[in-house]
């Protein structure tokens, strides 16, 4: 993709072969967990966090998985990363199937594969300074030769993370720094070893407004330009559609269309989509909010509904939407939605 | 007569090693009925300014010059048991982690009820009846009051915590950035809800936020802060159309959007500026991209505008900046620091 | 090192009590040099008697036992066993309780269940008798006493920081230290016990204070080392002679000293929290 004053002018990439570089499987994560029935027993229950999940990420292209709180995505994330174990499901990174990674191997995985996280005030250890925050993986991963080395190439990836001087911010805490620089800390530690494969879990959810667009276009930049696999979370679409290729959106623990970026936004097939899209603030005082396509609150993670997940919320539910659960339809070239309005 | 009159206020905190001043001569009116919006990043001081007007200053906080007049008292003058009455009663707040404020031991509808009972004269009847009609008003269903809050979603303490605020009838409810920590559908909906509330209601609500969008879905006059001081004051439609200060410019560019062609994002470079240390010139200087000689040296006067004023030295050439403004290139370029 | 200075300026009983105990170490390391006589010393008068209860004067600063030894000295060369205690107990206690609470914390399971069953098997010892019952088993000396003090008060400091270790454990940070790849041991002294460190010092001074008290208890019940002086010991001595309230010399100053050099444990701990954590102003 190439940036034109500021509008995207979409490259054709056919003739490029890309490297897969993370692929999930039909993913599954449930979680036991003791919930309080009438009185005072409580029963095992399970949450189905993930549930028949597949997903693939090329090299150089970033997906961006949107949802609400609790449809699944930080989970999907933490699987991705090996921070969970699926309970079903296969995980592929490069080549190799990252449930069976121990010692060693596992540790080069964990060079592959890094994250920034929601929270920059918590992101970072309050002890360290940035540049013992910075040069720790480099050591882990015996990166470098020396100090020395290690401080440079610390030092480098700070400044390209638009932190400068960077010899100054090297030496601060965390409590030093305002939550923006804080989170292009986190940035760059994610990519001081050179991973191949980047997740960035509400990158900008607890920053202000004003300093967003910089560690969007921070991500944006880093990931084209190491040609990384990126997967974007996020519960704002409007984020997502500035910073990734292809969406995916989940709700609770399922993906009900994905599908290119700009395509998705567009026809909008889901009716989660549409409400999505509906809720994206507007700083235009003409255009007043009306929330018209969904009703109601996500339901409790325990008690699914059943047939499918999204029917006592959406607006164009049927019949057959309150007790069959909607299968995958493809219904344009690489465009998938759960559905029964698309239903063969 | 205005509802809320803050005139001149400067407020200072007094630390270890100097001071800040966190709010720097600020003027604003409160009319009843407005919704007003109180825009800016972190640390720009509008935390400060409310919890001046609710007396909840912190020990080392302290104005240091002019009065927030509410109904013909200056509220900087009160003792502290005059300002409890004025809180709740006449004024009420919605805190920033207000979600984290309902007592977890205690059933919902227990601590409305308390709230109401502790500043009325109703009995324990009447209350649960108020109680009752609030949850109406906030779109929760009535039988919910009897639950804990652990039992509610985010967005549902949200709207209780609204719903409390409301006990009172208050004649002014300043809510302290209501929407931050919630997704979007649910931010949407609370945001709707409160529109629906001040619709049929007689008083005026301060919404003081980052989000900008948030403020344009809700208010009807907005005053945007920076280092202290409110740069630009206006009526909604006039300062969010056409803005007349840089960083207005600035945030209204900051939201991805998606309609239209995929446009890059402004980001405004730098950092606000350190208010414990005396400020020359304009206090955006260090990072709008149309700073000139003028800005670092003398403070912007004050330049009305309709309904409004903003602050900045180039005010002659408002209309070719806004146009340069929407550029991508104009902040790029830019150096912050 | 400027904002050490500046704490120090900001929390007096803090530095009251860092002066205090420096004052000490100094008396302690430079003993020898500063007692003006040998404390075991019998002193005799020019008329061969002697010297006994006198009061104080210039040559005996503090003046004379019962027994005519020089109390100044004695007060000196006993604040090394003062400080010595003190300070290897508070080192021990904290080393030992600070990385049982660690692993505890940390690697739960069953590590976590066996080392806390030890703990509550600690709690159940009853302190000064199980100390006294020790000393008079191993004989006395201060090793023992040293000995006895860290086998009972490590328990207090490992269930605080295995607490601490509980909520640091799920903390974005050490999540992200996990993602790095490094190993468990890695985490767990690279990323968690940083950040214990204050809790530990807190620790390391209240140790330090308890067991300048219980060494001088131990003592002043008699059972202490008979060939070492200590503050304990010139209690003990003094008490034994029926002297306590014929010479205010002689019973005053230990009493003082140790309540003195206790005290500025306490305070300095207050500091030690301080400086050790680099989050000085909150946002």
Known sequence: ?344 | MALLDINDLTIEYKLSDGKVRAVDDVTLKVENGDVLGLVGESGCGKTTLIKAVMGLLAKNGKAVSGQIMYKEKDLLKLNKNQIRKVRWNDISMITQSAMNSLNPVYRVGWQINEAILEHTNFSKEQANEKSKSLFDLVGLERDRLEDYPHQYSGGMKQRAIIAMSLALDPNIIIADEPTTALDVIVQSQILERINKLLDGYDGSMILVTHDISAVAQTCNKIAVMYGGKIMEYGDIRQVLKQPNHPYTMGLKNAFPSITGEKKELVSIKGVPPDLSKEIRGCRFKDRCPFVIKKCIEIEPEKVKTEKGFFRCSRYEEIDKIREMSDDMETWNNCNGE | MKKTLKILKNNKAGTVGLVIFITFVFIAIFANQIATYDPMEIQYSDKYEVKRLQSPSKEHLLGTTWMGRDVFSQMVIGSRIAVLVGVISAICVAFIGTNIGLIAGYYGGIVDKILMRIVDIMYGLPFLPFALILVAVLGPGIRNIILAIVIITWRNSSRVIRSQTLSLKNRTFVEAAKLTGASNLRILYKSIAPNVLPTSLVYVSTTMASAIMTESSISFLGLGDPMQVSWGRILYACYSSQAMFKAWWWILPPGIAITLLVMSGYMMGRVFEEIANPRLKER
């Open chain 1, 1 to 344: 993709m190439i940036w034109k004053h500021g509008i995207i002018v979409m490259e054709n990439n056919m003739a490029e072969v890309k490297n897969k570089v993370i692929e999930a499987i039909n993913l599954k994560k449930y979680f036991d967990v003791k919930v309080k029935t009438n009185g005072m027993f409580r029963e095992e229950r399970e949450v189905k966090a993930v549930d028949g999940v597949n997903i693939e990420v090329l090299e150089g292209e970033t997906l961006g998985l949107v949802g609400e709180s609790g449809c699944g995505k930080t989970t999907t994330a933490k699987l991705l990363l090996k921070l969970y174990n699926p309970t079903e499901g296969k995980i592929i990174c490069n080549g190799m199937d990252i449930s069976k990674l121990k010692g060693k191997n596992l540790k080069k995985f964990r060079k592959e594969a890094q994250m920034v996280f929601q929270d920059p005030y918590e992101s970072l250890n309050p002890r360290y300074r940035v540049k013992d925050t910075l040069i720790d993986p480099l050591i882990i991963h015996k990166i470098g030769n020396s100090y020395e080395e290690r401080y440079e190439i610390a030092k480098n990836i700070l400044e390209e993370s638009g932190l400068r001087p960077a010899h100054k911010f090297m030496e601060r805490y965390p409590h030093e720094m305002s939550g923006g620089q804080r989170q292009r800390v986190a940035i760059a530690r994610a990519l001081v070893a050179s991973p191949s494969f980047l997740i960035a879990d509400e990158p900008v959810s607890m920053l202000d407004v004003s300093i967003r667009a910089g560690i969007l276009n921070l991500l944006r930049k880093m990931i084209s330009e190491r040609n990384l696999a990126g997967i974007t979370i996020s519960h704002d679409i409007s984020l997502i559609r500035y910073i990734s290729d292809k969406t995916a959106v989940m709700y609770l623990g399922k993906i009900v269309e994905y599908g290119e970026t700009e395509k998705l936004i567009q026809k909008k097939y889901h009716p989660y989509t549409e409400a999505l899209l509906e809720a994206v603030p507007n700083p235009d005082p003409d255009i007043k909010l009306s929330l018209e396509k969904i009703k109601g609150e996500a339901p409790d993670p325990v008690n699914l509904p059943k047939g499918c997940r999204f029917h006592p919320r959406c607006m164009k539910c049927m019949e057959i939407c309150k007790s069959k659960e909607p299968e995958t339809v493809q219904v344009e070239k690489g465009h998938y939605v759960q559905c029964h309005l698309y239903s063969k």
